[in-house]
């Protein structure tokens, strides 16, 4: 099985009078970015789509849904601000799913759970990253890692 861990799209700047920042939603850029995630996710054997409960990250996910005929679940495991150990523990149960899985989340998260997964062994080919609407694919869960992680920025 493989997870696209997807970092949400472009949804503007912070609003740092705002510490819960719940609302932003997706930019102009951002709105491109989810649609050329549904255009090449679509052809892939998604099965189920796991987002933070926060606005953008449902926004980035929502084309892909619509086009796979899939709801988006709400998963506040992904988060910002999110434990790491219950992160990891949604990555888990999205790699022991049958078919593929697409979570989103936030780039507090998504860095370290890479990095966990690096020190369990997966191998990178190529750079590393976490830009917005960018994609980690995450492929040949063993039960206890994936053996590749390759990151795709997004082209805009």
């Not at 899985?101 to 759970?113: A, F, K, N, Q, T």
Request: aromatic share 4%.
């Amino acid at each position: 099985m493989t997870v696209f861990l997807v970092r949400h799209a472009s949804a503007g700047t912070r609003n740092d009078a705002d510490p819960s920042d719940q609302g932003r939603i997706l930019d102009a850029t951002g709105t491109l970015q989810a649609e050329r995630l549904a255009d090449w996710l679509r052809h892939e054997d998604v099965r189920s789509i796991v987002s933070s409960p926060v606005r953008r990250c449902g926004q980035t996910v929502e084309p892909l849904a619509k086009q796979l005929e899939l709801t988006v679940v709400a998963d506040p495991r992904l988060g910002e601000g999110a434990d790491l150990s219950d992160a990891w523990s949604a990555l888990v149960e999205a790699a022991a799913a049958q078919g593929d899985s697409v979570l989103c989340s936030h780039g507090d998260l998504i860095p370290e759970l890479v990095s966990r997964l690096r020190r369990r062994g997966m191998q990178v080919p190529g750079r590393s990253g976490c830009s917005k609407g960018s994609t980690w694919v995450l492929q040949h869960w063993d039960g206890e890692r994936f053996a590749t992680g390759l990151y795709t920025p997004v082209k805009v």
